[in-house]
């Protein structure tokens, strides 16, 4: 099944040279939305001298800022029916989101979402901020898988476009810049829509973690507004 796969960004230039390259080996039957909110860094640039090398991409900026903003741009210019979300930080593999669109077609549901781990590094801090996120994963795709959802990452969800396309007026409403993901899975709640947690290694996604206590700190505070 086809689908598009929406990849909002914010002044990630570390993280694009990655990126592209993991994104120019996607199959040519892969639409890739790359949305830029409002980075101020070399970020456009990056991506602007590897457009044309890279099949299927197009790069949109978001007139209204926020990571949420953005996600609404891009469901509104998708031109497939399915659509994965990842962040610019993260893994991009077609075999865990081709896998999260599948089961969405096979099932007949209108929104999935999957685990996000951060890369391990070898320090102290490290390590335990990854275990923190196992335990995140463990928890809310655990409660899950009976029917309580209280948790996804926007680094590792799909949807249909019909469903999606509701979420577009909570997604601009909000007075929160982010939590596109939380809004997203209480649209779904909401509204009793069939709903899939996938807890399989297959459709892990990995992520750049805190690399700090400070980081670390501001990250859980940043989730908490998303509430």
Known sequence: ENYTLIIPFRNEESELPR???????????????????????????????????????????????????????????????????TDADSSVNDKVFRTMVSSLVNARAEFAYGPVINYS???????????????????????????????????????????????IEALVNSSNL?????????????NHSKTLVHSSSKVVVQTRGPVSTFDFLHQRLRWGQKA
């Open 19 to 85: 990126l592209l390259k993991e994104i120019g080996v996607l199959p040519k039957n892969v639409e890739v939305l790359l949305i830029n909110d409002h980075s101020t860094d070399h970020s456009v640039s990056i991506i602007e001298s590897e457009l044309s090398k890279l099949n299927n991409v197009r790069l949109i900026h978001a007139v209204k800022e926020g990571k949420k903003n953005a996600g609404a741009l891009g469901i509104s210019e998708s031109k497939n029916e399915y659509i994965a979300f």
């Open 121 to 167: 590094e070898r320090n102290f801090l490290s390590r335990l901020f990854f275990l923190d996120q196992l335990a995140i994963n463990s928890i809310s795709l655990g409660i899950g898988k009976f029917n309580l959802h209280a948790y996804c990452s926007g680094a590792n969800m799909a949807g249909t476009k019909t469903f999606l396309t509701g979420c």
């Open 178 to 190: 982010s939590g596109d993901d939380v809004t997203m899975l209480e649209t779904a709640v909401r």
